[in-house]
């Protein structure tokens, strides 16, 4: 070939490598937006609660789980009342591993275990809580699960009863050296605001004690949910009860900007489990599965399938 051929030839070889190199940028474009649409969907997994669609410890619930769209389900302890510990199935080995198999039959996690309790028992003054703790830790070890939801509820709500707040930091910081110890994280529901939460959790100093944040405390107090969020930090807050009073679904409530909220939680980084407590329909409280259906719906069309 002679230098005039060969010149010739150079412009089209151009053409057809810069051709080549647009395409491939094209088919490569996609792909990458998909990977950053996995990437942010994966911040964010959505759970109901086996008490809150009436079905507490019963393996039933991992089945209608499934059925309502939900990527997890938060279990429960069992009831309290004037027992030394909680009433558990979950502490019979041959139940538990009945749980287990579901889950990985179903492709459904737990995402916490709750020791829901004490929403009407007092944390601040039975005597036994260290053992009551103690049986949730140890079935949290055998299920593998890391959270366990701790509420301070009626009877240690310290807005009304401030004079429990030595003891209660107290409690924690032994329960806190207890999760320490296993691994995990407990999470507290206080009826505080998120500076005196943050300052209850910075009293009690333990890794292993964090913030459960519900969206409904900080609503019901006409406190600012976004500001509440970014006062508490990402490090603090380990999982979000993602619900309002019952009244309308999540998407009808005027009282909740989901689209804000998840800017918010995308802006401090924060990731993690949003589990769906209540926001049923007045008008049809007892519909279990369309109620938690709509609303699992709606939270994963905001945070799971948006750019």
């Known amino acids: 070939m002679d230098a005039k051929t060969n010149n010739k030839s150079r412009p089209d070889r151009r053409l057809f490598l810069s051709q080549v190199a647009l395409l491939t940028g094209a088919l490569l474009v996609p792909r990458e937006l998909l990977f950053a649409a996995e990437a942010k969907r994966c911040n964010y997994k959505v759970a109901v609660i086996d008490l809150m669609i009436l079905k507490r410890q019963?393996?039933?619930?991992?089945?209608?789980?499934?059925?309502?769209?939900?990527?997890?389900?938060?279990?429960?302890?069992?009831?309290?009342?004037?027992?030394?510990?909680?009433d558990s199935k979950l502490s019979d080995p041959v139940i538990r591993q009945q749980y287990l198999d579901k889950a990985k039959e179903l492709n459904i996690e737990f995402c916490s275990l709750a020791m829901t309790g004490f929403y009407a028992q007092s944390f601040a003054e039975r005597p036994t809580y260290q053992r009551m703790v103690q049986d949730c830790l140890d079935t949290m070890k055998a299920m593998k699960i890391k959270v366990a939801f701790l509420p301070l509820g009626i009877k240690c709500d310290l807005v009304k009863f401030p004079e429990l707040r030595p003891v209660i930091v107290e409690r924690l910081k032994v329960v806190g050296k207890m999760a320490s110890k296993s691994g995990v994280t407990i999470g507290i529901e206080t009826a505080l605001d998120?500076?005196?939460?943050?300052?209850?959790?910075?009293?009690?100093d333990s890794k292993s004690i964090k913030s459960y944040f519900n969206f409904s405390n900080a609503l019901k107090n006409g406190l600012?949910?976004?500001?509440?969020?970014?006062?508490?930090?990402?490090?603090?807050?380990?999982?979000?009860?993602?619900?309002?009073?019952?009244?309308?679904?999540?998407?009808?409530?005027?009282?909740?900007?989901?689209?804000?909220?998840?800017?918010?939680?995308?802006?401090?980084?924060?990731?993690?489990?949003?589990?769906?407590?209540?926001?049923?329909?007045?008008?049809?409280?007892?519909?279990?599965?369309?109620?938690?259906s709509a609303n699992t719906a709606y939270v994963k069309s905001i945070f799971q399938n948006s750019l």
């Open 58 to 86: 019963k393996l039933s619930a991992l089945q209608l789980t499934k059925d309502i769209g939900a990527d997890g389900v938060e279990i429960d302890m069992g009831g309290l009342g004037n027992r030394d510990t909680f």
């Open 224 to 292: 600012d949910l976004n500001q509440e969020l970014r006062i508490l930090g990402k490090r603090n807050i380990i999982q979000i009860h993602c619900t309002n009073d019952d009244g309308v679904w999540l998407q009808n409530d005027p009282e909740l900007n989901m689209k804000q909220i998840k800017n918010t939680l995308d802006d401090m980084g924060w990731k993690g489990w949003l589990v769906i407590e209540r926001s049923r329909d007045a008008g049809n409280t007892k519909d279990v599965k369309r109620n938690y």
């Open 194 to 204: 998120a500076r005196n939460e943050l300052k209850l959790l910075q009293d009690v």
